[in-house]
């Protein structure tokens, strides 16, 4: 069933909604620019997921080193490895995005931030950049 209302198509589904007929021609994802802050706060995200699952790893490595003499000799084994190296760098990077990230929105919800697109620019920006110290940090701890 199709009805027409001001000039555009609109067909009726089975429950009674109405659909647009017409959908966004622009699919391609490589042309679309997300703003810094909007990509700041998908890394949070991101960063928080990494930092959970990173929970159970590190709590397992944990228990394997208390176990025994032996479990601990195996877990200082495992983290002489470069990939368990570089995993505990990503790690210690995610954690550190993540509580930067959760700092400044804390500052921004208490009012301690102007709500401007220009502030939230700036301190994205900000979280970035306080993030590659702390991960070049991490850096020099892990290696």
Known sequence: MQLRTGGSKIK???VGKTVKKQRPVNLDL???RFPVTAISSILHRVSG??????LGILLWLLGLSLSSPEGFQQAASIMDSFF????MWGILTALAYHVVGGI???LADFGFMEETLQVGTRSAQAAFVITVVLSILAGVLVW
């Open 49 to 54: 997921v990494i930092t959970f699952v990173a």
């Open 12 to 14: 009726k589904s089975c």
């Open 104 to 106: 400044r929105h804390m």
């Open 84 to 87: 368990a190296k570089f995993i």
């Open 30 to 32: 490589s042309t679309i």
